[in-house]
Nanobody, 116 residues
């Protein structure tokens, strides 16, 4: 059974930083395309960043230059470094591992609140 467990969320002031982690059990993340999504209250879930098995990254325009996705295959973990946080970054952040239609896994989410 594949499990993704996110951690690192919390309350931070505008301009602050957080690092989210997504640790996997039951599979090796190295073969997956990994992604971070977020869902703000009353809004649809949106894609924040992706990283392929080869290390290529892509970001939503709203987070470019502020967020960095990375992966440590030895630790079987994916990270999202979030800098210069804004109130509009407030959301529940979800980790996703995708290989194919039948191999698409989600974590339970970690809440990020950006507020003074």
């Amino acid at each position: 059974q594949v499990q993704l467990v996110e951690s690192g969320g919390g309350l931070v002031q505008p301009g602050g930083s957080l690092r989210l982690s997504c640790a996997a059990a039951g599979t090796r993340l190295s073969i997956f395309t990994m992604a971070w999504y977020r869902q703000a209250p009353g809004k649809q879930r949106e894609l924040v960043a992706t990283i392929t098995s080869g290390g290529a990254t892509n970001y939503a325009d709203s987070v470019k230059g502020r967020f960095t996705i990375s992966r440590d295959n030895a630790e079987n973990t994916v990270y999202l470094q979030m800098n210069s946080l804004k109130p509009e970054d407030t959301a529940v952040y979800y980790c996703n591992a995708f290989l194919a239609h039948d191999y698409n896994y989600w974590g339970q989410g970690t809440r990020v609140t950006v507020s003074s």
